[in-house]
């Protein structure tokens, strides 16, 4: 049976490569589109997050320290909330739309590049493995949730007629006329 396990492990990791693969096309095609946000779209990559870690962390059997979950933890959440601060949340016909400024990706970029800089000069020792995974873990659940937070600001303001009221996206001050930037602050409606 435990002959099984480093096979079981290669197909795990080909696998994730192959979403990897797929997932960075897709975002880099379409980080400019906007997309419709729910509940459910801004849950999702959370329970998926949180069952790679549960997933990886029977595998490896390594339990981190509740210091390394705090820590890491927290840089994640730091990391996804200012990460989210580059995803414009608005309403449009009656739906609540997200679309990502160059910002988005950059973040992204930079999230990445720090991972894989820190597994290769490490040579990824499990506690190294578990450290990332939780930052980001922390990073999808700091960035989803500060998302969920800015739909639900967004989403109040739609009114029974399907049309947004006249507030600011960004911060929610009410607006008049036609401005095209908001008076409180400053950014481009």
């Known amino acids: 049976m435990d002959f099984l396990i480093p096979i079981i492990m290669k197909i795990i990791s080909v696998v994730f490569l192959v979403i990897f693969i797929l997932s960075v096309v897709l975002l880099v095609f379409t980080f400019r589109k906007p997309r419709k946000v729910s509940v459910f779209s801004l849950f999702l990559p959370v329970v998926i997050s949180l069952i790679t870690f549960a997933v990886f962390s029977f595998f490896i059997n390594y339990k981190p320290s509740i210091a390394l979950l705090v ?3 927290g840089a994640g959440l730091c990391i996804g909330i200012a990460w989210s601060g580059a995803t414009r949340i608005y309403a449009e016909n009656g739906t609540v739309k997200s679309l990502n400024s160059i910002w988005y990706l950059v973040a992204w970029g930079a999230v990445f590049a720090l991972t894989q800089v820190i597994s290769i000069i490490t040579q990824r020792p499990p506690s190294v493995v578990m450290a990332l995974l939780i930052m980001s873990t922390g990073t999808i659940i700091g960035m989803n949730g500060r998302i969920a937070k800015k739909y639900l600001s967004v989403r109040a303001t739609v009114n029974a007629s399907g049309k947004a009221s006249p507030r600011c996206s960004h911060c929610g ?11 409180k602050c400053g950014r481009k409606l």
Do not use: N
């Open 71 to 73: 820590l890491m933890g």
């Open 173 to 183: 001050a009410v607006q008049t006329g036609s401005d095209a930037f908001c008076r």
